[in-house]
């Protein structure tokens, strides 16, 4: 499959680029890039490859899929133009700005026949696979309650603007996590941290309660003005706990220069001391940490171009993901818990 990266800045070249050279079956068929500055950053991490200076170019030149990791208020209209050239698309997430305009996108890929899949990576860090496999694994019985905190020291990079804020950013991720382990969402409570720092308000750290269809609850929660840099994920459950609190693996390895092309069999596993803690009756024992490794996203979606299928994480999952997006915020500027399909419960 030859693909095409539409954007080059941060998630661009450290979030995009590194794992489709690392993927199976899988080009890295050409960058778009306009400003000499991500031109250069490309010519120096990707020698000889070609940079387009447009998304018409580049599938003027032909590619089979196009992933677009530009901000956010221009996703919609590249995903549109790619779809229209009938070529499989991966979007960034949020890949737009709600649930209405990413069923908008997911409906205009179904009519053209091209897959449409949401980078949706973070199913693929480490600490959320191994807690995956403590779940799947029954140890922890019935599961009551998972809390996922992730703070950030960031504020340069927290996103400003209609489309912006943190709960749309690192809220997807979140929000998409406790989806994917523990099942639908029925309900949902959401508090917003706002600041005016940049010019207008924007949403800085949020704290999102899921009620789950399986009677499951999750609570997701980050900042990034908060100077704190926090990694922890919990579990209980009717037989015991998990506790971990870990590092951002693969982020950190990426922005130390480090890829996963290099380095496949150590690539995303984080190191012993940040190992969780499994605590049932029977006693404690550390739980190794899994690999994580975001070029399987690629590698998956590589096949299902191939081979058919939906892929790692089709449109209809980013919707789902939206719509809670959605109701925590909702619920937030209404103080209220929103049920998801209906109004408020009684």
């Not at 905190?149 to 927290?158: E, K, N, R």
């Not at 800085?204 to 840099?229: D, M």
């Not at 404690?284 to 998956?300: K, L």
């Amino acid at each position: 499959m030859r693909i095409g990266l539409v954007g080059y800045g941060a998630g661009g070249r450290y979030f995009h680029a590194p794992f489709i050279e690392a993927a199976d079956g899988v080009e890295l068929a050409g960058v778009v890039a306009r400003s000499p500055e991500k031109r250069a950053e490309v010519a120096a991490d990707f020698p000889g490859l070609v940079v387009y200076g447009s998304l018409a170019e580049m599938l003027d030149a032909g590619v089979d899929a196009v992933t677009i990791t530009t901000p956010p208020h221009t996703r919609r209209e590249l995903v549109l133009e790619a779809i229209a050239a009938g070529v499989h698309v991966v979007a960034d997430k949020p890949f737009a700005p709600d649930a209405a305009a990413a069923r908008e996108l997911a409906a205009a890929a179904e009519r053209a026949g091209v897959l449409l899949n949401v980078y949706h990576n973070r199913r693929r860090d480490a600490d959320i696979l191994t807690l995956a496999g403590v779940i799947a694994s029954g140890k922890l019985g019935e599961v009551w309650r998972v809390h996922s905190i992730m703070d950030q020291d960031g504020a340069a990079t927290l996103e400003t603007g209609a489309t912006g804020g943190l709960l749309r950013d690192l809220g997807s991720h979140l929000v998409d996590q406790v989806l994917w382990l523990l099942g639908p969402a029925t309900h949902v409570y959401g508090a917003l941290d706002w600041t005016d720092r940049f010019g207008e308000a924007t949403d800085c750290g949020f704290f999102v309660t899921l009620t789950h269809a399986s009677g499951a609850v999750s609570t997701v929660a980050a900042s990034k003005l908060n100077h704190s840099t926090t990694r922890e994920l919990r579990a209980y459950g009717s037989e015991g706990s998990y506790i971990a609190s870990g590092a951002d693996v693969q982020a950190e390895a990426l922005f130390a220069g480090r890829r996963p092309a290099r380095e496949p069999a150590t690539w995303g596993i984080d190191v012993p001391e940040n190992w969780g803690t499994l605590a049932v009756t029977a006693g404690r024992a550390r739980i190794a940490s899994e690999q994580g490794n975001y070029a399987g996203f690629y590698t998956e979606f590589a096949r299902a171009i191939r081979d058919g299928g939906p892929g790692p994480v089709p449109a209809a999952e980013g919707v789902r993901t939206l719509e809670v997006l959605d109701a925590a915020r909702r619920s937030a500027l209404e103080n209220r818990v929103v049920e998801l399909g209906g109004q408020a419960p009684e």
